[in-house]
Structure formats: structure tokens, C-alpha cells
């Protein structure tokens, strides 16, 4: 229930993105909010944001997610790899797989159309990007199916030469359901069938992938309609077994029925697999070839996160020359308002012909003065993080320090 509360589409995702960016500590946000995950990207002023975004989820999600305190908190280096993972798909539900990405880009065009993106961000977005389409260009990391419901469903596709024309029934609406609904939807199927013993549920996922619920006692009807049967429930024992195929038959007209049982206890009785015209896989079946795709997979994985580390380095190196660029100006305006003042009052008591003199004499002090702390500040280590002297700065003159936080 949490998730859903937290599944930001629509008015509700622009409505995020401007009550996060009014938050007092944080300057710019940019939100992914999917069946899998919301999570939200921002620069911040202050380590107080940290406590601004915590109490704006619990007010979306209510008392409950409080007590969860589900919460994931990256800053600095960590949260801009953060998001470079996302990109190069090694944080997703299966690794390697597309959707993210362009998930990502969805993210980050709602974040600059509701102004709530800004430099740092939109730098980050690029840097994501980028790392993204080399680990799909220059690894194997997104080569070939690693999970069940996709080699289950790409499985379906090899044995129908046309099988986005062929009608789908799918048992179950857990998240190996929808993991297949998903696959189905992006191998263009238009005909998907979705049975669950809880009627909303089923409705939901049809109508999220779609698809059309049928209620649980259609499920013979259905399957004498369908070509491509595949099941995934929690039941713990067989809900289709000889008996009831061998009367589904007798109304197919000796089409094929093509059978994927995913569920663990089994959904389908594996003594059909002697019925003419059914074509019966299980999840045995199916992880020799999950096993195979991933081991290729795993093998790049390494390589894909050099990728993400070095893109992660260029993208730190240039958010500390940004940050320490205005850590400069704010520090020299700082230092030429203080003169500026003093300047001014002296100025009242002086002769109009030394006043110039005193202008430029308190210029050349005040960078004679600045010149060595200026160096200091341009020679410290890049970290992506806040260093001591940054919050000095940010005490003594106000300078302000945004950092990336995920």
C-alpha cells in the first residue's frame, strides 16, 4: 500500500516536484516514480534537506511510512553514482534491462518542464545519459533475458511467428505477473487476458498494462480463446490439471495451447504435458536459460561499473569546480561589500581628491588579502561532499554549498 501511495504520475508527479522544490534547503529535484521505485533527486543548500524530504514523504504516505522507514539517503559521490547505476541499468530489477533509462529521461523532462531541474541536475541527467548508452553500446550488460517472466514470455514469441496477434491469458497478478505483463506489452501484444482470484488486483494490472480482467471462474472459458497460457499464482496446489484441459480441448478445434507455468509450487499439473496439442514449460525449464543470458550478463558487470565510476569522476570533478567557483565569487563579494562600506563612511570625512586614492588602495589590499586563501580554496581536493572550510565560509560570509542528494 505504501508504493501506491507513493506512485507520483501525472498532477500528482508536478505536484511533487513544486512542493519539493519549495522546501527551504533544497534548490532543485528531479523525481523517478515507477510499480518499482520512487526516488527523489535533488541539490540541496543545507544537511537539513535531508529531514525536509523525510517529513514531505510521510506526509504523502501517511503515519505508516514513518514506522517503515523504508528510506534509502545517498549525498555527494554516492548519490551521483547513484543515479549513474540507475542509468546503466545495474540497479534495476533485472539488470541490464532498458526500461530505466528511458524512465530516467521521462524523470528529467517532467523535472525541466515544471521548473523544478536546474544546472546541477541537468548536468547530472547528462552525465546519466551518456552512461547509459555506453554500457548498452560497449558491454553485453543488456544482452539476452535474466529473469523468469522474460524468458518466459520470449519463449511464447519464438514459437508464433505473428505473436503479437495472438491472444494471452495470464494467471496471477503478483509481481511475476506483472513482470510478464510487462514483457507482453513490449513485444506489442493486443490481445491480454489478466485472471486473478482477487478481482481488483486483476483489474488493476489490465487496466495498468492495458489488458482485460476476466473474473476467476472464466478461466476454462478463456483458456478454449487463448493460444499462450501463462500462470504465476501463490496457490499451493494445481489449478489446472488434465481433467479440466482435457475439457478445454474438446472446444479448441486441435489448436495449440502453449503453456508457461512460472509458479513455485506449480500452477499447472506437469502430467498435461501428455495432451495432444499442449506444449507444456515450467520454471525448470526456463532458468537453464536465465542461468545462461545471466552468466553473460555478470560477465560485463564489472566493466559497466568502471563505466559508471569514471562518468561518476567527470561529472564530481565538474560540480566541485562549479561549487568552488562560487565559493570564490560569494567569498570576493563578501569582501567587496565589507570595503565597499568602509569605503563609503570614510569617504564622508575625506577630501574628494584622496577618495579615489582610497578606493583603489583598499581594492589592492583586499586582493593581496584574498589572493592566498582564494589559492588554498582552488588547490583543495574535490570530493562531492562538505568539506570544514566550506561550512566556515558558508558561516562567516554567507557562501552557499549545493551538493547533489538521492
Not at 541490464?96 to 541536475?121: C, D, H, M, T
Not at 498435461?272 to 499442449?278: A, E, F, G, H
Request: neutral net charge; aromatic residues 6%.
Amino acid at each position: 500500500m505504501l508504493r501506491e501511495k507513493l506512485l507520483w504520475e501525472g498532477p500528482l508527479l508536478s505536484q511533487a516536484l513544486h512542493g519539493i522544490r519549495h522546501l527551504q534547503a533544497v534548490t532543485e529535484n528531479a523525481i523517478i516514480s515507477t510499480c518499482n521505485r520512487t526516488e527523489v533527486m535533488a541539490a540541496i543548500s543545507s544537511p537539513r534537506a535531508i529531514d525536509e524530504l523525510r517529513s514531505y514523504f510521510v506526509s504523502q504516505g501517511g503515519p505508516a511510512l514513518a514506522d517503515a522507514a523504508p528510506f534509502f539517503i545517498a549525498q555527494g559521490r554516492s548519490a551521483a553514482e547513484h543515479v549513474l547505476r540507475l542509468a546503466a541499468g545495474l540497479e534495476s530489477l533485472v539488470v541490464g534491462e532498458y526500461q530505466v533509462l528511458g524512465q530516467l529521461k521521462a524523470a528529467f523532462y517532467e523535472a525541466q518542464r515544471n521548473r523544478a531541474s536546474g544546472p546541477i541536475l541537468n548536468r547530472l541527467y547528462h552525465h546519466a545519459v551518456a552512461v547509459g548508452k555506453q554500457a548498452r553500446s560497449k558491454s553485453r550488460i543488456g544482452a539476452g533475458h535474466t529473469s523468469v517472466p522474460s524468458v518466459a514470455v520470449d519463449l511464447a514469441s519464438r514459437i508464433f511467428s505473428d505473436f503479437d496477434r495472438h491472444p494471452v491469458l495470464v494467471l496471477g497478478a503478483g509481481e511475476m505477473a506483472e513482470l510478464v505483463l510487462m514483457h507482453l506489452r513490449e513485444k506489442g501484444v493486443r490481445q491480454i487476458r489478466v485472471i486473478n482470484r482477487t478481482p481488483e488486483r486483476a483489474q488493476m494490472l489490465a487496466a495498468k498494462w492495458q489488458g482485460k480482467a476476466h473474473d476467476y471462474t472464466e478461466l476454462a472459458e478463456q483458456l478454449v480463446e487463448t493460444d499462450i497460457f501463462i500462470s504465476s499464482t501463490g496457490a499451493p496446489k494445481p489449478l489446472v490439471d488434465a481433467t479440466l484441459l482435457q475439457q478445454v480441448l474438446r472446444h479448441r478445434g486441435g489448436r495449440p495451447l502453449f503453456i508457461v507455468d512460472i509458479a513455485v509450487p506449480r500452477d499447472v499439473d506437469p502430467a498435461v504435458s501428455v495432451l495432444d496439442d499442449v506444449y507444456l514449460y515450467n520454471i525448470d525449464d526456463l532458468r537453464g536459460l536465465v542461468a545462461e543470458n545471466l552468466k553473460t550478463r555478470q560477465q560485463d558487470i564489472a566493466l559497466v561499473e568502471g563505466m559508471v565510476d569514471a562518468e561518476t569522476s567527470r561529472f564530481m570533478n565538474w560540480h566541485g569546480r562549479s561549487q568552488t567557483s562560487l565559493q570564490i565569487q560569494a567569498l570576493t563579494h563578501a569582501a567587496e561589500q565589507l570595503r565597499s562600506q568602509y569605503v563609503q563612511y570614510a569617504s564622508q570625512v575625506l577630501p574628494v581628491a584622496e577618495r579615489a586614492s582610497l578606493d583603489a588602495f583598499t581594492k589592492q589590499l583586499m586582493n593581496q588579502v584574498l589572493h592566498e586563501p582564494i589559492n588554498r580554496i582552488k588547490d583543495l581536493p574535490i570530493t562531492g561532499q562538505v568539506q570544514p572550510h566550506e561550512e566556515i565560509l558558508r558561516q562567516l560570509f554567507k557562501v552557499s554549498q549545493k551538493e547533489p542528494v538521492s
